[in-house]
């Protein structure tokens, strides 16, 4: 089993950035897929980003193709997301998660283990 931490959100401008972190401890960070999803106010979470447990591929949904990059550091139990070009709809909460094993997974159910969550702002 894993425990996930996220940190690293705040309040930034339209076109500003952060890095999220996710710190993980317990057993065998480098046997999970690990993602990032975001939960906005009164909607259901989404997903935004994967990688594989070796970190050689990489998946992202549409809207953040492009302006977000996942990495993850096995020797650290760190997960990133590094976040460019924010706009206001990527106001949310955001969660990284784990799932065992080499999976591409997109759906959040497949994905059993969760952190508390990171607040992202963006505004002006």
């Known amino acids: 089993q894993v425990q996930l931490v996220e940190s690293g959100g705040g309040l930034v401008q339209p076109g500003g950035s952060l890095r999220l972190s996710c710190a993980a401890s317990?057993?065998?960070?480098?046997?999970?897929?690990m993602g990032w999803f975001r939960r906005a106010s009164g909607k259901e979470p989404e997903y935004v980003a994967r990688?594989?447990?070796?970190?050689?591929?990489?998946g992202y949904a549409d809207s953040v193709k492009g302006r977000f990059t996942i990495a993850r550091d096995n020797a650290k139990n760190t997960l990133y997301l590094q976040m460019s070009n924010l706009k206001p709809e990527d106001t949310a909460i955001y969660f990284c998660?784990?799932?065992?094993?080499?999976?591409?997974?997109?759906?959040?159910?497949?994905?059993?283990?969760w952190g508390q969550g990171t607040q992202v702002t963006v505004s002006s």
């Open positions: 317990g057993r065998g960070f480098s046997g999970y897929t």
């Open positions: 998660a784990a799932a065992p094993g080499d999976t591409y997974y997109i759906d959040p159910l497949r994905y059993p283990y």
């Open positions: 990688i594989s447990f070796s970190g050689s591929t990489e």
